[in-house]
């Protein structure tokens, strides 16, 4: 009977239960025993698996977080042949990695080995090379808007220059996703730094307009803190940062995330099926396997970072 061992690497993403739910779902009808791996790919090399099935992993596809746990180990490239022994030993030669740019490249190296292997975007940061959205980023913006309304609820009525980070790691896709859907007056994002005249300039009108600036920034920007200190003692208003941190990375995956994750994962599963490797993208809407050869090492709008 084929096998598929699913693991989840990176930071965790909600909807990445929904996509092993998912993936789960899919394969049992086609007679395919499911496994997962604890902790990423910390737990491949030590042959950390767990038997799944559909029906025990439903009451998770609700939750944020992976509940297959999930690690870093910048030490996976050098320490393959240890994962392949333990693939091997639990006769396994399927797998679905779910993560970021990092964790990609990871089922690269895994494909290059000989296993046939699906890689899924699953990151809140939405920056995966060539992939329109990924698994979690959906329900991070939610998140980071309905907090930067509700900053706002408070600035319209006690002005403040109002900053609110957003994790993004250094990428500016989530902040500026945020900062665009809620009105921002500035987004500072690590991609494009403005000049401190500059924003400045763009604070001043914000506060003429309506007595408060409300800011969105990615954490990657270079001298946050101090840039917003400098802006606030310039512009003469009291500064009031939001760090929501690693909030931002949980709580339920919204629809959009759960109905993305599980696109992903039955498209992936029909790929394994029919023995096809590679990175399975978002591309004009559509999931799109690209091979992991030709993965870019980074995605941003704004040119190579
Ligand atoms: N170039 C690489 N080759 C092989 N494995 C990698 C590579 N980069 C990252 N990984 C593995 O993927 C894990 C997750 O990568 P990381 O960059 O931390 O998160 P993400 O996948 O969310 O971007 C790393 O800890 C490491 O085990
Ligand atoms: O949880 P950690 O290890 O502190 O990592 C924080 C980073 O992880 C993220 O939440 C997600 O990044 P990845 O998906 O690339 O792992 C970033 O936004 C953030 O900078």
Same mark, same amino acid.
């Given at each position: 009977m084929p096998k598929l061992a699913i693991l989840t690497s990176g930071g965790d993403a909600p909807g990445m239960n929904m996509a092993v739910w998912a993936a789960c779902n899919a394969l049992e009808p086609r007679g395919w025993s499911c496994v997962g791996v604890r902790e990423g790919f910390a737990g491949l090399l030590v042959g950390n698996f767990v038997g799944l099935n559909a029906a025990s992993?439903?009451?998770?596809?609700?939750?944020?977080?992976?509940?297959?746990?999930?690690?870093?180990?910048?030490?996976f490239r050098a320490k393959l042949p240890e994962a392949l022994r333990a693939l091997q030993a639990a006769d396994i030669n399927h797998l679905m990695v779910l993560g970021g740019n990092g964790s990609l490249q990871g089922a690269r190296?895994?494909?290059?080995?000989?296993?046939?292997?699906v890689g899924l975007p699953a990151t809140i940061d939405n920056d995966v090379a060539a992939s329109e959205e990924s698994i979690g980023f959906d329900t991070a913006l939610n998140l980071g808007l309905l907090l930067l309304d509700q900053f706002r609820d408070t600035a319209e009525s006690l002005p403040r220059l109002c900053a609110l980070e957003t994790l993004g790691g250094s990428t500016g896709f989530l902040a500026?996703? #945020?900062?665009?859907?809620?009105?921002?007056?500035?987004?500072?994002?690590?991609?494009?730094?403005?000049?401190?005249?500059?924003?400045?300039?763009?604070?001043?009108?914000? #506060?003429?307009?309506?007595?408060?600036?409300?800011? #969105?920034?990615?954490?990657?920007?270079p001298g946050?803190?101090?840039?917003?200190?400098?802006?606030?003692?310039? #512009?003469?208003?009291r500064l009031r940062f939001a760090r929501p941190s690693h909030t931002l990375r949980g709580g339920r995956p919204s629809a959009r995330d759960r109905l993305l994750a599980r696109v992903l994962a039955e498209a992936g599963v029909e790929h394994l099926a029919n023995h096809r490797s590679g990175a399975l993208l978002i591309q004009q809407g559509q999931p799109v396997l690209v091979p992991f050869e030709q993965l870019e090492p980074y995605k941003t709008p704004f040119g190579q970072v």
């Amino acid at each position: 009977m084929p096998k598929l061992a699913i693991l989840t690497s990176g930071g965790d993403a909600p909807g990445m239960n929904m996509a092993v739910w998912a993936a789960c779902n899919a394969l049992e009808p086609r007679g395919w025993s499911c496994v997962g791996v604890r902790e990423g790919f910390a737990g491949l090399l030590v042959g950390n698996f767990v038997g799944l099935n559909a029906a025990s992993i439903l009451p998770y596809t609700r939750l944020g977080g992976t509940f297959l746990g999930t690690s870093r180990d910048p030490g996976f490239r050098a320490k393959l042949p240890e994962a392949l022994r333990a693939l091997q030993a639990a006769d396994i030669n399927h797998l679905m990695v779910l993560g970021g740019n990092g964790s990609l490249q990871g089922a690269r190296i895994l494909a290059q080995a000989g296993l046939c292997v699906v890689g899924l975007p699953a990151t809140i940061d939405n920056d995966v090379a060539a992939s329109e959205e990924s698994i979690g980023f959906d329900t991070a913006l939610n998140l980071g808007l309905l907090l930067l309304d509700q900053f706002r609820d408070t600035a319209e009525s006690l002005p403040r220059l109002c900053a609110l980070e957003t994790l993004g790691g250094s990428t500016g896709f989530l902040a500026r996703a #945020v900062g665009q859907a809620g009105g921002a007056d500035a987004l500072l994002l690590p991609e494009e730094p403005l000049p401190l005249e500059r924003l400045l300039e763009i604070t001043q009108t914000a #506060v003429a307009r309506h007595r408060f600036a409300l800011i #969105v920034a990615s954490e990657g920007y270079p001298g946050l803190e101090a840039t917003l200190e400098a802006l606030s003692e310039r #512009v003469g208003l009291r500064l009031r940062f939001a760090r929501p941190s690693h909030t931002l990375r949980g709580g339920r995956p919204s629809a959009r995330d759960r109905l993305l994750a599980r696109v992903l994962a039955e498209a992936g599963v029909e790929h394994l099926a029919n023995h096809r490797s590679g990175a399975l993208l978002i591309q004009q809407g559509q999931p799109v396997l690209v091979p992991f050869e030709q993965l870019e090492p980074y995605k941003t709008p704004f040119g190579q970072v």
